[in-house]
């Protein structure tokens, strides 16, 4: 087979055009444009060549140009035409450019929250060993089978006075009553229809009054709101979580029966008030409970009177309370108890 050897017209390699295009560059092959007759011998004849066809132009790309400052001359832009507008909106904008700027309102700090002073009133009251008042207490304890020997229903009443220290009273539990005075440390009892006393040599702790609640600071307190209650304006008070029950002294009845795994998991205690910190009354709640069952509760009531005014319990000849008439909260004369032995205590 003949070689048809060419140059390429492109990059001037030496290629057998049968073969196909440049072994290059790829460029094909075109068979040159016959030439116009020359004579023969002359130097354009020796010489000529078809012309090579024009190498193609490439169109050139655009100029990259970097995004990133037309993105921050955009938000240049903005923040000059929010500037622009709050100036406008605050009254820079020159005479008459626009309504008087309003005046800027800073909200004002939200007051802490604190307690009435009349609370620091009650608890110094109430846990002063020196409380004087006329106290009336009616309780109702609830037990279950599962919690004692067998199913109960403990009813408590007392009636009593406490003043400079001392204190007399009649204790009633169930049928059972017993009237109890302790005088300077000594303790006399008698159980009625008896009329005589007798010394004890002690009392149990869960009998004394003073202080009441077990109230121990502020924390133990807060202040529901103002209410009214029996036809008088009060305030109303309520336990916080700080605030420790002790069951017996609030019952006035020995609850150590109680299994230490089922004592109460609800308490509350209520208190009302008078606006200038005076106790009024109370209510103390507690439960012990199995899904809906109360398996323990108690539910006590207590109400003052007279509070803030002296009374006299002494050990005379024949040891006794006595109180006269004195005006109760709303300035009516209140009759009171009075208690008198007709004997002497034993020494």
Same mark, same amino acid.
């Given at each position: 087979?003949?070689?048809?050897m060419?140059r390429c017209?492109r990059?001037?390699?030496? %290629?057998d055009?049968e073969? +196909?295009?440049?072994?290059?560059?790829g *460029? @094909?092959?075109k068979?040159?444009?016959a &030439? =116009?007759?020359?004579?023969e011998?002359t130097?354009s004849e020796r010489y000529?060549?078809?012309a090579?066809?024009?190498?193609?132009?490439?169109?050139p790309?655009p100029e990259r140009?970097n995004?990133?400052?037309?993105i921050?001359g955009?938000?240049?832009?903005i923040?000059?035409?929010?500037v622009?507008?709050?100036? %406008?909106e605050l009254?820079? +904008?020159?005479?008459?450019?626009?309504? *008087? @700027?309003?005046?800027?309102?800073?909200? &004002? =700090?939200?007051?802490?929250h604190?307690l009435?002073?009349?609370?620091s009133?009650?608890?110094?009251?109430?846990?002063?060993?020196?409380?004087?008042?006329?106290?009336s207490?009616?309780?109702?304890?609830?037990?279950?089978?599962?919690n004692a020997s067998?199913?109960?229903?403990?009813?408590v009443?007392y009636?009593?006075?406490?003043?400079?220290g001392?204190q007399?009273?009649i204790?009633?539990?169930?049928s059972?009553a017993q009237?109890a005075?302790f005088?300077?440390?000594?303790v006399?009892?008698?159980t009625?229809?008896a009329?005589?006393?007798?010394?004890?040599?002690a009392?149990?702790?869960?009998?004394l009054?003073?202080?009441?609640?077990?109230l121990?600071?502020?924390r133990?307190?807060?202040?529901?709101?103002?209410?009214?209650?029996?036809g008088?304006?009060?305030?109303?008070l309520?336990?916080?979580?700080?605030?420790?029950?002790?069951?017996?002294?609030?019952?006035?009845?020995?609850?150590s029966?109680l299994?230490?795994g089922l004592?109460p998991?609800?308490?509350?205690?209520?208190?009302?008030?008078?606006?200038?910190?005076?106790?009024?009354?109370a209510?103390f709640?507690?439960k012990?409970?199995a899904?809906q069952?109360?398996l323990?509760d108690i539910?006590?009531n207590?109400?003052?009177?007279?509070?803030?005014?002296?009374?006299?319990?002494?050990v005379?000849?024949?040891?006794?309370?006595?109180w006269t008439?004195?005006p109760g909260?709303?300035?009516?004369?209140?009759?009171s108890?009075?208690a008198a032995?007709?004997?002497?205590?034993?020494?």
């Open positions: 087979m003949a070689e048809k060419v017209v990059c001037h390699e030496v %290629f055009a073969l +196909g295009p440049c072994t290059k560059c *460029t @094909p092959y068979e040159p444009v &030439a =116009p007759a020359l004579p011998g130097y000529a060549t078809a090579p066809d024009p190498e193609p132009v490439m169109a790309l140009r995004s990133t400052y037309l921050w955009g938000v240049a832009l923040a000059a035409a929010l622009v507008a709050l100036l %406008f009254g820079f +904008g020159g005479a008459g450019s626009g309504p *008087t @700027p309003r005046p800027v309102v800073l909200a &004002a =700090p939200s007051a802490v604190t009435p002073p009349t609370i009133t009650t608890l110094d009251e109430l846990n002063d060993p020196n409380f004087s008042a006329h106290l207490v009616q309780g109702r304890v609830q037990v279950t089978a599962t067998k199913a109960q229903i403990i009813v009443n009636d009593g006075i406490v003043s400079g001392n007399w009273g204790l009633k539990v169930g059972s009237e005075m005088v300077n440390g000594s006399y009892v008698r009625p229809p009329t005589k006393w007798t010394a004890a040599s009392v149990s702790s869960y009998k009054l003073c202080p009441m609640f077990g121990k600071d502020e133990a307190l807060t202040m529901v709101g103002q209410e009214i209650k029996g008088q304006l009060l305030n109303h309520q336990a916080t979580h700080w605030w420790t029950p002790d069951l017996s002294r609030l019952t006035l009845y020995d609850m029966f299994s230490s004592s998991d609800v308490t509350s205690l209520d208190l009302w008030t008078l606006p200038d910190g005076t106790p009024v009354s209510t709640s507690a012990t409970l899904g069952v109360a323990v539910e006590v207590y109400t003052f009177s007279n509070v803030g005014q002296a009374v006299d319990i002494e005379p000849v024949t040891p006794g309370a006595s008439e004195s909260p709303s300035g009516v004369a209140t009759a108890p009075v032995p007709s004997a002497s205590p034993k020494k």
